[in-house]
């Protein structure tokens, strides 16, 4: 149900060596009556753009307070975020947002786990997940215009630019990267454009980011929500299944061996089908045979956009993680299923 209660806004920002300091000062904002001696704190370690915490409150009410990556506001659109939180919470797909400060959000723990790339398998979790994601696809926005850019190529233009671009720190010049170039991939781009718009898949709301660890699953409840909107807004239908098909692989140790054999896909767009057509009409072979052909076709375009992410966050993150291994093996991925979806 949505809510009528506008999140606070704090110009506070968060400094990651003193977060706890930080993060208490948006708590007192907003939960003023929590008592500090009976607050705990749970790091999150699944993300590699941001920080996430947990402030439980006596065992039983907990908040979260996600504090954004270094510099990630290039890249991504904080003030559409904002906007998705309200539109999804509305339509109660997701957590109500507390408080926006300089460097985050504050908002609602959705209790559950999140998946395994092994749980992305199971009929009785895609079952949930494919109706999750037409609950998504369904949401009419205020604005229909039909002439915005689709999310997948607006974000691709970004990376491109801010990958090879001037502004990165000193000594982040994507050292080790041996992966295509700015031309050869600016001329990939393009080519993959104009041969995806030929598909003509329905332009949808979509989440844009359904890797395993955005998925949480509640087992006592037998429900399942996504969170993580940053990259959410309008995009072809069939890429946000073909990004979710990508991303079976894993996030941490990527293994492109778990992408969804055909068999698997027919079954999984058979079953979300299911669900968009809400059992009125009746879902043929050949309805589901021009789905395969289409979202096969979009994992190139999953493929290439995180690959250029991974480069963006070589470049300007602070985070731990090996992004340049994780960009390169996206990118050997892309040109091995190219020979295969892009006929």
Not at 60 to 85: A, C, H, K, P, Y
Not at 315 to 333: G, H, K, L, Q, V
Request: charged fraction near 25%.
């Amino acid at each position: 149900m949505s809510s009528s209660v506008k999140p606070v806004r704090a110009y506070i920002s968060i400094d990651l060596d003193n977060y706890v300091e930080g993060s208490m000062q948006i708590l007192q904002l907003i939960r003023p009556e929590w008592k500090r001696e009976n607050i705990k704190i749970k790091v999150f370690n699944d993300g590699i753009s941001n920080k996430m915490l947990g402030f439980i409150h006596d065992n039983t009410n907990v908040i979260l307070i996600r504090i954004n990556g270094n510099m990630t506001d290039m890249f991504t659109d904080r003030q559409s975020e904002i906007e998705n939180f309200e539109i999804l919470h509305g339509a109660g797909c997701g957590p109500m947002l507390h408080c926006i400060f300089d460097n985050g959000l504050c908002y609602d723990f959705i209790e559950g786990d999140t998946l395994s790339r092994e749980d992305l398998r199971k009929p009785e979790i895609y079952n949930l997940i494919t109706r999750e994601m037409v609950r998504f696809h369904k949401i009419q926005l205020k604005d229909s215009s039909s002439n915005q850019s689709p999310a997948v190529f607006k974000l691709c233009d970004k990376f491109l630019h801010l990958a090879f671009s001037d502004g990165a720190p000193p000594g982040k010049e994507l050292v080790g990267y041996n992966g295509p170039k700015e031309t050869e991939l600016r001329k990939e781009f393009s080519t993959l454009r104009e041969h995806l718009f030929e598909l003509k898949s329905p332009i949808v709301y979509c989440h844009n980011d359904l890797l395993v660890n955005n998925i949480v699953f509640n087992n006592l409840k037998n429900s399942l929500h996504f969170i993580d909107f940053e990259y959410t807004g309008k995009n072809f239908q069939a890429f946000d299944i073909a990004n979710h098909f990508c991303e079976f692989a894993g996030v941490d140790n990527m293994d492109y061996s778990f992408y969804p054999d055909r068999h698997l896909q027919l079954d999984w767009i058979r079953t979300y089908l299911k669900h968009w057509n809400n059992a009125d009409i009746e879902v043929t072979d050949e309805d589901v045979e021009k789905f395969y052909v289409q979202v096969n076709k979009f994992a190139l375009a999953a493929l290439f956009i995180w690959a250029m992410w991974g480069l963006v966050q070589a470049r300007y993150s602070n985070i731990d993680f090996d992004y340049i291994n994780y960009t390169e093996t996206r990118f050997r991925e892309y040109f091995k299923r190219k020979k295969t979806f892009f006929i």
